[in-house]
């Protein structure tokens, strides 16, 4: 319902990353999973999260989906350590070991480098081939037909800079954290209670907007998402204004709310 609600093709769904096994995090999975099949997909859907994943919906999928014309491939992710968990030509996946009452992980998403920009009118100086462009822009330098070698910041400038997000849920404080996500651009980091339950927060392996926004200071994060919020608090906006007051840069993050990471020159 919020795919259709927000305009997302269901297509265009072919990676889901799962935190941890409570409820609120992967009830809807199989609800999911049906009705890809319901609207006729052929492609195989990956699914990373912990191994007991599939021991719970490997026995759904073969009760309610056996004439599924798709395979749903779950990929199992050691959620006590740091580690690769997808790539492709374009971005990494990196699992970020939490602190939860059950085994959890976050996930950091990081844009592969960007190839550097070929400065145009060094093709005609140095006469460069159409076949070295690729090496070039990917960092080569150029041999050129009377011996010399160019190097290739002579050729080029910067691409632009990858991005990267984090997304932390459910954690209670954990600095443990803070080396994997040094510097990203973007942080999504629960924030289940405000500072007066921390008593609260600490018994239930969860953590305060300020300590969130804790967080998001020792990483030196860019800007900070606050979410997955109590139902016991009625104002939201107490969660920003305590984070506020560590980490100036954050937001709440709401219902279908649209976050954009800008494109950056290194």
């Excluded at 690769?84 to 996930?107: F, Q, W």
């Excluded at 999504?188 to 300020?210: I, Q, V």
């Excluded at 937001?251 to 950056?264: I, K, N, R």
């Amino acid at each position: 319902m919020q795919l259709r609600n927000n305009h997302i093709r269901f297509t265009r769904i072919n990676h889901i990353f799962i935190s941890h096994l409570h409820g609120d995090h992967c009830f809807g999975l199989m609800g999911l999973i049906s009705t890809l099949g319901l609207l006729g997909r052929t492609a195989d859907l990956h699914i990373y999260g912990h191994a007991d994943l599939e021991k719970v919906y490997r026995p759904q999928l073969a009760y309610f989906c056996q004439d599924m014309k798709y395979q749903v491939v779950f990929h199992p992710v050691d959620t006590s350590v740091s580690s690769l968990v997808y790539e492709d030509n374009k971005v990494t996946v990196t699992s970020i070991p939490l602190k939860h009452r059950v085994p959890a992980c976050g996930y950091l998403f990081r844009e592969k480098p960007y190839d550097r920009h070929l400065i145009k009118q060094k093709i005609t100086e140095y006469g460069i081939p159409v076949s070295a462009i690729p090496g070039i822009k990917k960092g080569a330098d150029f041999w050129c037909h009377d011996g010399r070698l160019i190097p290739n910041e002579e050729l080029t400038s910067p691409g632009p800079r990858s991005r990267s997000y984090a997304f932390c849920s459910d954690t209670k404080y954990n600095e443990s954290m803070v080396p994997i996500i040094e510097n990203v651009d973007l942080l999504y980091h629960e924030s289940t209670f405000l500072n007066g339950d921390e008593a609260l927060a600490r018994k239930t392996f969860h953590s305060t907007a300020r300590q969130a926004a804790e967080i998001a200071a020792k990483a030196q994060a860019g800007r900070l998402l606050l979410g997955h919020f109590s139902t016991r608090y009625k104002d939201l906006s107490r969660f920003q204004q305590e984070a506020a007051e560590v980490f100036p840069n954050c937001s709440l993050a709401l219902e279908g709310m649209v976050f954009d990471l800008p494109w950056q020159n290194q």
